[in-house]
């Protein structure tokens, strides 16, 4: 099961030619990840601070389908897609809304991001139970 968040492109975003700069999807998937948390009643910010944990990428791919653009409605569709002791695998879709026009919906990229749960100094640690039963309950959803 996925959780969407909606954004709006923003000029900043786009690049020379009015399409959105290849990073920014990164940049996307992290928005999607937090929000995911946040949907299951819990926040990254907690997670750092209170269970100190960090959760650096240490894999990120992403295939671009059709380019987005500035003003462009986008959604972020995102899921936990593996959970493994201290690693985690999120898979991400970046649509764009179907429009007033009569535009469909579409894909415009789609990709994963691959973490490890870490102490400040990076030695693995588990994800705290009630994060990782948060994320196993969206997974059996699906």
Known sequence: MSVTT???????????MGIV????????FEIGRVELLRSLGLAYSQLET??????????ASCRYRSPARYDD???????????????IKFAYQIWRKATPKGEERKLLAEGETVHVVCDDQLNKKPLPEKYAAAL???MAAE
């Open 50 to 59: 209170e269970h100190e944990c960090i959760l650096p990428v240490i894999e």
């Open 73 to 87: 409605e986008i959604q972020i569709e995102t899921r936990p897609a593996l959970l493994r002791g201290s690693v």
């Open 136 to 138: 196993r309950a969206l």
């Open 6 to 16: 909606e954004v709006r492109v923003r000029y900043a975003e786009t690049d020379q």
């Open 21 to 28: 700069y290849y990073a920014n999807y990164l940049v996307w």
